[in-house]
């Protein structure tokens, strides 16, 4: 009796798999980056074109973002850009559809995440960066953008007075040059005996 209840409940799993697996396959609905954790800020590993097949492992329980696998690829997409079939329809991954679809919800391991995922990626090597979290390294890039904006910006007015100097030395020239030339207008010539430029005189 035992043997013929265990290996009733061994068919029904074997039957169930297929669904478990069929509902854990999702689909792009645009074209979506495939980030490398759950938010636009962290590094795109690629982009999953519209209407290409994902691998659902699972999503986030406060966050709408779900980790997925296109082709040999690992990472995060929005629940809004990803669709699966429930009840024959295709509705978008929303945490009251996780159950029903047998997706679990998951957390985010930095560490172990982009130790299997990205060791090859040359974002990889700004994980220290990356660890604290994307609104850190997000504040990060905003102070490095505000000091080379200031350095810019003394670079310019250092550019800026060096050429009004020079237009200045030239303007001084020109106008020395000018002065020179008027003088030696206004020269008298000395006459000579039989000098025809004092004819007049």
Same mark, same amino acid.
């Given at each position: 009796m035992k043997d013929a209840f265990f290996r009733a409940a061994a068919v029904c799993a074997l039957l169930l798999v297929p669904a478990v697996a069929k509902a854990a396959?999702? +689909?792009?609905?645009?074209?979506v980056n495939m980030r490398s954790g759950p938010s636009t800020r962290y590094p795109a590993v690629t982009v999953i074109p519209a209407g290409?097949?994902?691998?659902?492992?699972g999503c986030l329980a406060d966050l709408p973002w779900c980790d997925v696998s296109f082709y040999s690829?690992?990472?995060?997409v929005a629940g809004r850009y990803v669709q699966a079939i429930y009840r024959s329809n295709r509705v978008y991954l929303e945490p009251e559809y996780y159950r029903p679809?047998?997706?679990p919800t998951v957390v985010f391991q +930095?560490?172990?995440y982009w130790d299997r995922n990205y060791r090859g990626r040359d974002f990889y090597r700004d994980r220290d960066r990356w660890r604290r979290g994307p609104d850190w390294a997000g504040e990060r890039d905003r102070r490095d953008w505000e000091r080379q904006?200031?350095?810019d910006r003394r670079e310019w007015e250092r550019r800026q007075v060096s050429e009004d100097r020079r237009e200045w030395e030239r303007d001084r020239d020109d106008e020395?040059?000018?002065r020179r030339r008027d003088n030696e207008m206004r020269v008298?010539?000395?006459?000579?005996?039989?000098?025809r430029l004092c004819e007049n005189d």
């Amino acid at each position: 009796m035992k043997d013929a209840f265990f290996r009733a409940a061994a068919v029904c799993a074997l039957l169930l798999v297929p669904a478990v697996a069929k509902a854990a396959q999702g +689909f792009a609905t645009a074209n979506v980056n495939m980030r490398s954790g759950p938010s636009t800020r962290y590094p795109a590993v690629t982009v999953i074109p519209a209407g290409e097949s994902v691998e659902i492992h699972g999503c986030l329980a406060d966050l709408p973002w779900c980790d997925v696998s296109f082709y040999s690829g690992r990472g995060w997409v929005a629940g809004r850009y990803v669709q699966a079939i429930y009840r024959s329809n295709r509705v978008y991954l929303e945490p009251e559809y996780y159950r029903p679809l047998g997706i679990p919800t998951v957390v985010f391991q +930095f560490d172990g995440y982009w130790d299997r995922n990205y060791r090859g990626r040359d974002f990889y090597r700004d994980r220290d960066r990356w660890r604290r979290g994307p609104d850190w390294a997000g504040e990060r890039d905003r102070r490095d953008w505000e000091r080379q904006r200031a350095w810019d910006r003394r670079e310019w007015e250092r550019r800026q007075v060096s050429e009004d100097r020079r237009e200045w030395e030239r303007d001084r020239d020109d106008e020395r040059r000018e002065r020179r030339r008027d003088n030696e207008m206004r020269v008298v010539p000395e006459c000579g005996f039989d000098d025809r430029l004092c004819e007049n005189d």
